[in-house]
T-cell receptor, first 115, second 115 residues
């Protein structure tokens, strides 16, 4: 059974710092890994999608890496801003037969960027 | 191009009533997924549907919950005889056909409160 763990559960840093959020998963048989952002009371916004054959993806100040063999991904946020404050979720899309195709989510990292 | 549309945004039901949650996928998306987010919990996969077919319902509670995605119209998640423990945010996501290489797009969710 796939399990996804995100560390730390919460993080508070001053504005301008670079930071790293960690995600680990137990089963390396995945199609892809996706990082999302969730603002309080809102839905999920997709940030980055990394296919299983890829090592990293970049979008603006965000960079996500994937090491499938070790079951790890990191989300790097450069020059953090107060608007980055949100919960960041990591999810893996499992590879399986019989049509099963759901995402397995971690519980998220609650990030606060102090002005 | 509208995203994934969910309605209602908020739904209040008394114990024993029925709740109907609707999801219209993004244009061109034929795969729909429902997830539930309980307070202080991560998102959990419930069911995966294509038009007129349930592909994977391994995450659905065995009783009171059902889902459909008819040929015409939105996908419906139906909860009969709701109980307090059903209070949660229910999210719908969609992806294009041939989903393995594509990420998910999520709706803003329906927040169900059972009183």
């Amino acid at each position: 059974k796939q399990e996804v763990t995100q560390i730390p559960a919460a993080l508070s840093v001053p504005e301008g710092e670079n930071l790293v959020l960690n995600c680990s998963f137990t089963d390396s048989a995945i199609y892809n890994l996706q990082w999302f952002r969730q603002d309080p009371g809102k839905g999920l916004t997709s940030l980055l999608l990394i296919q299983s054959s890829q090592r990293e993806q970049t979008s603006g100040r965000l960079n996500a890496s994937l090491d499938k063999s070790s079951g790890r991904s990191t989300l790097y946020i450069a020059a953090s801003q107060p608007g980055d404050s949100a919960t960041y979720l990591c999810a893996v899309r499992r590879r399986s037969g019989g049509g099963a195709d759901g995402l397995t989510f971690g519980k998220g990292t609650h990030l606060i960027i102090q002005p | 191009n509208a995203g994934v549309m969910q309605n209602p945004r908020h739904l209040v039901r008394r114990r024993g009533q029925e709740a109907r949650l609707r999801c219209s996928p993004m244009k061109g998306h034929s795969h729909v997924y429902w997830y539930r987010q309980l307070p202080e919990e991560g998102l959990k996969f419930m069911v995966y549907l294509q038009k007129e077919n349930i592909i994977d319902e391994s995450g659905m509670p065995k009783e009171r919950f059902s889902a459909e995605f008819p040929k015409e119209g939105p996908s419906i998640l139906r909860i009969q005889q709701v109980v307090r423990g059903d209070s949660a945010a229910y999210f719908c996501a969609s992806s294009p056909q041939g989903p393995a290489n594509y990420g998910y797009t999520f709706g803003s969710g329906t927040r169900l409160t059972v009183v």
